[in-house]
C-alpha cells in the first residue's frame, strides 16, 4: 500500500514538474532569428518510435503530405526499425532523443548525456545507415545547456533544437483532441517560424486524432512545412554565459 501511494505522489510530482517547465520554457527568448515574414513550421515529435501510434502518425502526414522532425529514444529503435526505416523513406528527419529517456541517468553528467546521444546514433546508423546529429534534450535544454557544454555539443558534430510552442500530450496524454489542437494554436501564434512539440509514443492517441486539425489549420494560415536537418539553424533556450 506504502509503495502503492509512493508511485502515485511520484507520478502527480512529475507531471507537476513538467507542466511547470513546460510553461516556464516557452517564456525564454529561443537563441534564433523570427524576423522572417516567411512563415515556417517543423512539426516535431518526441519520445517515438512506438508500433501504433507512430505508424499512424505517418499515414496522417502522408495523406496530408506534409514531412515532420521525429526525435527517437534509442532503445526503441532496433526492435522497431520498420518503422524508422519508413520513416527515413518518406522523407521525414530523424534526430537524436536519447538512448534511455531516464533523466537520472541521461543528467548525470556531461558525458552520459553524450554517451546516451552518440547510442541513439549507432542504433539509428545501424538501421538507415545515415548518422543524425540533431538532437533534443528530454524535458528541454534549460537548466542543462551553458556555452561550454554547447561547444563540446558542436565539436562532436551535434545541434540542439528545442521547441517555442507545445501541446501537452507529453505529460497529459488524455488530454482530448480538441484541447490539443487549441493548445497548438495558442503557443504557436506569436511565431513566424513555430517548432511545434508533440510526442508519438503508446499513449498519444489522441495526439493522432488532433493532428490532422492542426496540419490543417497551419496551411491554411500559409505555413510552409520544413524538416529539421543540419542545416537547419539551431533553435535552443538561451543560456547564460558560464554554467547555468
Request: aromatic letters at 14%; one cysteine or more; proline letters at 3%.
Amino acid at each position: 500500500m506504502k509503495n502503492k501511494f509512493l508511485s502515485i505522489l511520484c507520478f502527480l510530482l512529475t507531471g507537476f514538474i513538467l507542466f511547470t517547465l513546460s510553461n516556464i520554457e516557452l517564456t525564454y527568448r529561443a537563441a534564433v532569428d523570427d524576423s522572417s515574414t516567411v512563415k515556417t513550421i517543423y512539426l516535431t515529435f518526441d519520445d517515438g518510435p512506438s508500433y501504433k501510434i507512430t505508424n499512424q502518425i505517418l499515414d496522417i502526414l502522408k495523406e496530408k503530405e506534409v514531412k515532420a522532425t521525429f526525435f527517437l529514444i534509442g532503445n526503441k529503435v532496433e526492435d522497431r526499425a520498420e518503422i524508422v526505416k519508413r520513416m527515413y523513406n518518406e522523407g521525414h528527419s530523424i534526430g537524436l532523443h536519447s538512448y534511455t529517456h531516464k533523466m537520472k541517468q541521461i543528467y548525470k553528467s556531461e558525458d552520459t548525456f553524450i554517451e546516451e546521444m552518440k547510442k541513439t546514433e549507432d542504433a539509428v546508423y545501424n538501421v538507415i545507415g545515415v548518422r543524425p546529429k540533431i538532437i533534443r534534450f528530454p524535458g528541454g535544454s534549460i537548466g542543462h545547456l551553458d556555452e561550454d557544454f554547447h561547444e563540446k555539443l558542436h565539436d562532436l558534430g551535434y545541434k540542439v533544437y528545442d521547441w517555442n510552442a507545445r501541446i501537452s500530450d507529453g505529460y497529459v496524454p488524455s488530454k482530448s483532441p480538441d484541447v490539443l489542437y487549441k493548445e497548438a494554436i495558442k503557443t504557436s501564434k506569436k511565431w513566424n517560424t513555430v517548432f511545434l512539440l508533440m510526442h508519438c509514443s503508446e499513449t498519444d492517441k489522441n495526439t493522432v486524432v488532433a493532428l490532422p486539425k492542426i496540419i490543417d489549420y497551419f496551411k491554411e494560415k500559409g505555413y510552409v512545412f520544413e524538416t529539421i536537418d543540419e542545416k537547419t539553424p539551431e533553435y535552443y533556450f538561451r543560456y547564460k554565459k558560464g554554467k547555468p
